[in-house]
């Protein structure tokens, strides 16, 4: 079983960034992708971003392609969303989750986190 924690979430102006964490625990040896997902309210969960854990290919969702940096601290077990020049429309529950390969796609993730709440005001 692998525990995934988020952190960082907030309420920030448009224009401003936060930097997500999500820290891994438990078996992680297996787990070689992470993967960032948001759901605004009333909407579907969709794909931000996603890496193995060694960093390399990265992968993002075009609306975040060039503000949003997907990057990780191997010692401690732990990845990070930067993300920068947030507007409103990022606003949403944001979710780390964690699984074998990089994917777009929910299903391909075993083990997620409870998510942390990113507000963008005018």
């Known amino acids: 079983q692998v525990q995934l924690v988020e952190s960082g979430g907030g309420l920030v102006q448009a224009g401003g960034s936060l930097r997500l964490s999500c820290t891994a625990s438990g078996r992680t040896f297996g787990t070689y992708a992470m993967g960032w997902f948001r759901q605004a309210p009333g909407k579907e969960r969709e794909f931000v971003a996603t890496?193995?854990?060694?960093?390399?290919?990265?992968i993002y969702a075009d609306s975040v392609k060039g503000r949003f940096t997907i990057s990780r601290d191997k010692a401690e077990n732990t990845v990070y969303l930067q993300m920068n020049s947030l507007q409103p429309e990022d606003t949403a529950v944001y979710y780390c989750a964690s699984g074998r390969w990089t994917s777009k796609l929910r299903a391909a993730y075993a083990y997620w986190g409870q998510g942390t709440q990113v507000t963008v005001s005018l």
């Open positions: 890496s193995f854990w060694s960093g390399d290919s990265p």
